[in-house]
């Protein structure tokens, strides 16, 4: 059985759609595989009125799909009680205290406490504020805030946020959710770029041509639209984990392997970032889209799904090139691209290498595909002489790729990174440092983009977003590897 942690989750926004589709399946999960048994208790907290009994019938059908007998199940629920509780209102956490102090008491827990914001941001400081004042902190064991995204809506929004939440708990007690970074083949990009020789020696701008990030989805913005039409797709995508991808893609080698180390050497490529060029003509880095109805006409538009301004330009589709200045990647372009509403949902890297620069082949680039989601695992396509006389090429794919029943069997992000946080364990999140500078960067485009609300580029839904999204890297000679 794994190592077992003791501590009290008291989860803020606990009748939310987060908590039910992801936390408590996660939950369950580390409980199933002993990281959680006897020594934890959980804390759900919202507005609504509810018992303890219907609370936990609300996580017995969160979890109702879920490998395990009735009975583990009916144990694993009878940790969770519910209290109703209005985050402006102090006296509730008055009531919130008695509750986590006689929990503390009750299962032993130390006085860990791990508070998941699983709330609108608007309520971070107001939350982390009162956690502080009426004591919920303890000064026994440890104490960790868990916080959900968006992290600010841009740089200044975001720093204030940062210093409200900052007057009451340290960076260090801090854990700022990216999921991607939770996906186990985001992990496997440090470990496949540092422990193959072949790989590391050749990650650079000698060998590479370019990198291309694609975080596609085919779905539109569903309940969402109200949120994602004040958002877009740069702040809800690029911000935040396109940006962490790129850092994981290109930070140098870390001296080791610590939390520190790992995020100095990603902060260090994020402040490399050079200042991106964004017009409306032919010579932009990044261009945008809106999801129009697909061709056949089955797929509504953006703007006509619920929720959503009418006449809205608000960004679905975003590509974008990505330059770095310093000696490993100058003049290798990262494309990246996101969207609703495209092809297929797919979450992949595609690094191109250059050609060989003989004459002796008519040689393809090589490609390694890192798959992400829903695949997991990596391709490399190389050249192969063609069998029979002569000497011509032909590419062959040597394939990583996971079988289903691993992929299955990996651990969920949420699972991972809750795991983590129980560890105390920061590797996987966002670091203020990052969140910032990534919104200074995401901040130049959008200041351009805002210039101009009157029009924006259509892409019919499920193709792979507008044309301008090809000609940015035909400007350069480059074109998708993959193409939905
Ligand atoms: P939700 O709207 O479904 O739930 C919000 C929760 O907050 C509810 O439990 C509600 O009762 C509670 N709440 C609202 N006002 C309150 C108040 N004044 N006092 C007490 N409780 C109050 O939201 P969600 O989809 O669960 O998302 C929660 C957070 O997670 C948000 O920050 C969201 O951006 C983030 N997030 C959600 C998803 C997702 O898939 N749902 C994905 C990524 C990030």
């Known amino acids: 059985m794994s190592q077992e942690t003791k501590a009290l989750f008291i989860i803020f926004g606990a009748t939310g759609d987060l908590a039910h589709r992801k936390l408590y399946p996660a939950l369950f999960r580390l409980y199933q595989k002993g990281y959680l048994q006897e020594t934890f208790a ?20 969160s979890i109702a799909k879920m490998n395990g007998s009735e009975e583990e199940k009916e144990s694993f629920s009878s940790h ?18 008695k509750l986590a ?38 000064e026994r064991g440890f104490s960790r805030v868990v916080i959900e995204k968006p992290f600010g809506t841009d740089f200044d929004s975001s720093k204030e946020l940062n210093d409200e939440i900052n007057a009451s708990f340290d960076e260090d007690q801090l854990y700022r959710i990216d999921h991607y970074l ?8 440090l470990a496949l770029r540092f422990s193959n020789r072949l790989i590391e020696n050749s990650w650079n701008k000698e060998s590479i041509s370019n990198i291309q990030i694609t975080l596609s989805e085919k779905l ?3 309940e969402r639209g109200e949120y994602y039409d004040k958002s877009g797709a740069l702040r809800d995508m690029v911000q935040n984990h396109v940006l962490q991808v ?3 893609l290109t930070m140098n080698k870390p001296e080791v392997f610590d939390t520190d180390t790992i995020r100095q050497e990603k902060m260090a490529v994020l402040e490399a970032l050079k200042k991106p060029v964004v017009s409306f003509d032919e010579k932009t880095d990044f261009v945008r889209g809106q999801y129009a109805q697909s061709t056949d006409g089955k797929v509504k538009a953006y703007r006509e799904e619920d929720k959503v301004n009418t006449e809205t330009t608000t960004e679905t589709f975003v590509a974008g090139q990505i330059a770095i200045h310093n000696d490993t990647w100058e003049g290798v372009p990262l494309y990246i691209r996101t969207g609703k509403r495209l092809a297929e949902k797919t979450t992949r890297v595609d690094v191109v290498f250059k050609e060989t620069d003989s004459s002796l082949f008519n040689d393809q680039p090589s490609v390694l595909t890192i798959h992400i989601n829903p695949e997991e695992g990596f391709e490399l396509t190389v050249n192969n002489k063609q069998v029979g006389p002569g000497m011509n090429l032909e590419p062959i794919t040597l394939s990583g790729l996971r079988s289903d029943e691993e992929t299955e069997k990996s651990p969920e992000a949420y699972e991972k990174l809750i795991l983590d946080v129980l560890q105390g364990d920061e590797t996987h999140f966002a670091h203020w440092g990052e969140v910032a500078t990534s919104w200074k ?3 130049q485009i959008r200041k351009v983009w805002d210039c101009n609300t009157e029009s924006i580029p259509f892409y019919p839904a499920l193709s792979m977003g507008p044309e301008e999204s090809d000609q940015l890297l035909a400007q350069n000679g480059h074109e998708w590897v993959y193409k939905g």
């Open 42 to 61: 959980v804390v759900g907290t919202a507005r609504r009125e509810w018992s303890n009994d219907y609370y936990q019938e609300v996580v017995l059908d």
């Open 80 to 97: 969770f009680r519910y209290q109703s509780h209005n985050v402006k209102d102090t006296e509730h956490y008055h009531t919130l205290r």
């Open 101 to 138: 102090d006689q929990l503390d008491e009750e299962y032993g827990l130390e006085g860990n406490r791990i508070f998941y914001l699983s709330m609108s941001p608007s309520f971070f400081g107001t939350i982390t504020s009162h956690l502080k004042e009426q004591s919920l902190v303890t």
């Open 182 to 189: 939770g996906k186990e083949m985001v992990q496997n990009i």
């Open 220 to 222: 539109g913005v569903e």
């Open 246 to 248: 790129v850092s994981l």
């Open 441 to 443: 960067y995401v901040d």
